[in-house]
């Protein structure tokens, strides 16, 4: 797979690539998602992340299949929606995604919460589901998102198949320091939601100097941030010139004492702004 504007392939466990940057689609209204991720596919991303919950993925497939770019120019992750964990529904939602995307094959296929409080341990099962769907190839990368610590190591144990990915709350406020240093001794990408911390984070004041001194954004000094710090990153912006803004990070680095700074902005639990993961779903 090539990828336009500079944009990093990285490396997953099982051997595929992903580009270290997307866009991301959550409240992106379903009936204006063809045209923004045509915009965006146009701008140069060839990555977008989309869920079964967001209720967007017809809009998805519409612009992927629309643009004229060959299926494997694109990298297309979806996520299993929160009432599918048994391994029959989770088969029959997969498929349901596959139908409404129009693709043959998702490029990344997760389990979007673990649902613990209301399905116990349950995504064990729905994680053997996801490694059926990678071995028949229709998934060809399958992970996790909003997993523990404790979640992973139960998959560890119990399945035989480490995810490629665990998507996680990250943003400057909530480093989610534990959960990613797990996945980085054990060969699991970290992907970053909210990594603009749903834009709170681009009023504060270190951002702005920052931004201020490389003469960026606040928004591109954020992101630069996460991609060296080697996180996957696919802000949400609807918007055309924000499109752009958020692609073009390769043309510039923060210094060693740059990334300090946006470190020490980390409130640890304090700084999280959705919801924790062993109580939601
Ligand atoms: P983000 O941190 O990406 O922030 C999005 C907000 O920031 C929007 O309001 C957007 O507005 C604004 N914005 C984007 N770019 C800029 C810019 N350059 N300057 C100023 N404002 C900007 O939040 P999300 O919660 O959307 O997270 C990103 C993606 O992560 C989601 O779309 C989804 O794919 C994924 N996600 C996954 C979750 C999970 O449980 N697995 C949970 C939440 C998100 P505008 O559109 O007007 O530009």
Redesign the pocket.
């Known amino acids: 797979m090539e990828t336009a504007a500079n944009v990093p392939l990285l490396g997953l466990n099982d051997g595929r690539t992903i580009p270290q940057l997307g866009?991301?689609?959550?409240?992106?209204d379903a009936r204006e998602t063809a045209r923004v991720v045509a915009q965006a596919l146009e701008i140069g991303y060839r990555h977008v992340?989309?869920?079964q919950?967001?209720g967007n993925e017809a809009g998805v497939g519409e612009a992927v299949r629309a643009s004229g770019l060959p299926r494997g120019d694109v990298f297309v992750?979806s996520?299993l929606n929160n009432g599918h964990h048994r391994p029959d529904d989770a088969w029959r939602a997969f498929e349901e995604t596959l139908a409404t995307l129009g693709f043959e094959y998702v490029d990344l296929f997760?389990i979007?919460?673990p649902r613990v409080a209301q399905a116990g341990d349950r995504y064990v099962d729905t994680w053997k589901a996801l490694e059926e769907l990678h071995r028949d190839g229709r998934a060809r990368s399958i992970g996790v998102?909003?997993f523990q610590v404790a979640h992973l190591e139960r998959l560890a144990a119990e399945t035989g198949t480490v995810p490629a990915v665990n998507?996680?709350?990250l943003?400057p406020t909530f480093a989610n320091a534990e959960v990613r240093a797990h996945g980085e001794a054990h060969g699991i990408r970290t992907?970053?939601?909210?990594?603009?911390?749903?834009?709170?984070?681009?009023a504060d004041e270190t951002v702005v100097e920052l931004a201020e001194a490389q003469g960026r954004?606040?928004?591109?000094i954020v992101?630069r941030w996460h991609i060296e710090r080697g996180t996957i990153?696919?802000?949400?912006?609807?918007?055309p010139?924000?499109?752009r803004?958020?692609l073009a990070l390769f043309d510039f680095e923060l210094s060693e004492g740059e990334v300090a700074r946006i470190d020490a902005l980390d409130r640890g639990e304090d700084g999280r702004i959705?919801?924790h993961p062993e109580s939601f779903g």
């Open positions: 866009l991301g689609v959550f409240k992106v992340d989309t869920a919950m967001y992750t996520k997760l979007h919460w998102s909003n998507q996680i709350e943003h992907e970053a939601w909210s990594p603009l911390a749903k834009g709170e984070v681009l954004t606040p928004a591109q992101l990153v696919f802000p949400k912006s609807a918007n010139d924000r499109l803004e958020n959705g919801a």
